[in-house]
């Protein structure tokens, strides 16, 4: 059986006989696509299973109270995920507060009003950063940027504040190392501000240069053209590009465990250590058996069902977008 044949000519010019693919390849390719997209749901269903059967003993033992409450005693194998939760989302938090409004900044910069010989060096920079592993950034904080960051901004801001009311708790510093809660958010933020920069640039870049050029026209000032044109064009990719950097700073470890302090307490002090799911996970998952082995993975449920929450919000904040 011969297959169909397709007759192209150019005038002057040698016709070409295009074969078009035979049913069996393309059968065969619809297949192979269709695999590699089930592939994704069977690994996502499975990481899902095996992280609830591993966590359940430790939430049918100790039920709601294992999310409620801020015990973690190993020797009387009484487990609470409170202040994990709670230092897991003041660290995206605090993240995100730094990094979003830098990482905006650097992206404006460089597509608006970096002169070329100078926007190839900082793209280049910010490209880096990202390549660069978390323990890097783990090491650095912590022999680095933890000691300056006790020494000038912690232990003058604790004799500033003490004593006084709201402020004198939640910038006050009992220990001031340098360790903390705000101290692992600062190291976050420097973590999600690449992919966020490079993400949101190559956007702007892609928006078409008529419309900056028609907004200058009618004497739009550069603040206007970047609020009223660039940003609502990339509205949806900037969304995305945040909400990468969230699950960046949500399930980061290494780094955050060489800096938060480590400490299972909840604190109204941003100065105070504590402590993130990642990080108990990776301090006592080596030596956890038993209910402690399960309360571990039971964390690790937590998290990925905070990290779900999250890219629901994406999708909502999305359509929300799209819709405007």
Request: charged share 10%; proline share 5%.
């Amino acid at each position: 059986m011969t297959a169909a044949t397709d007759m192209t000519s150019i005038p002057g010019a040698t016709p070409i006989v295009r074969k078009t693919p035979k049913a069996t390849f393309d059968a065969i390719f619809r297949n192979a696509s269709f695999g590699a997209a089930l592939l994704v749901l069977v690994l996502l269903a499975g990481i899902m299973v095996s992280m609830v059967i591993g966590g359940w003993p430790a939430f049918r033992e100790f039920g709601l109270g294992f999310i409620t409450s801020s015990v973690w005693d190993t020797q009387n194998e009484q487990y609470g995920a409170w202040p994990a939760i709670v230092g897991t989302l003041s660290t995206a938090l605090i993240a995100l507060v730094i990094g979003v409004p830098l990482s905006l900044g650097i992206a404006v910069y460089l597509t608006q009003l970096a002169p070329a010989w100078f926007k190839k060096p900082v793209a280049t920079a910010i490209e880096l950063l990202a390549a660069v592993p978390s323990i890097i950034y783990g090491m650095w904080g912590l022999f680095v940027f933890v000691p300056l960051f006790a020494a000038y901004v912690q232990i003058p801001l604790s004799n500033i504040v003490e004593g006084l009311p709201i402020v004198g708790t939640v910038l006050y510093s009992r220990s001031p190392s340098g360790l903390g809660i705000f101290t692992a958010g600062i190291i976050l933020a420097f973590m999600i501000i690449p992919f966020i920069a490079s993400i949101t640039r190559d956007m702007l870049e892609q928006i078409p240069s008529v419309l900056r050029e028609s907004a200058y026209g009618i004497g739009a000032t550069t603040w206007e053209v970047v609020r009223h044109v660039l940003v609502p064009q990339a509205g949806v990719s900037i969304i995305g590009a945040v909400m990468l950097g969230l699950g960046r700073a949500l399930g980061e470890t290494m780094a955050v465990t060489f800096v938060v302090g480590n400490a299972n307490r909840l604190s109204a002090s941003m100065f105070d250590p504590g402590s993130t799911i990642a990080s108990r996970i990776a301090n006592e998952f080596n030596e956890a058996l038993g209910l402690q082995l399960n309360a571990l993975i039971a964390l690790g449920c937590i998290l990925f069902f905070v990290t779900f929450v999250v890219l629901v919000i994406a999708r909502l904040l999305v359509a929300r977008v799209k819709r405007y």
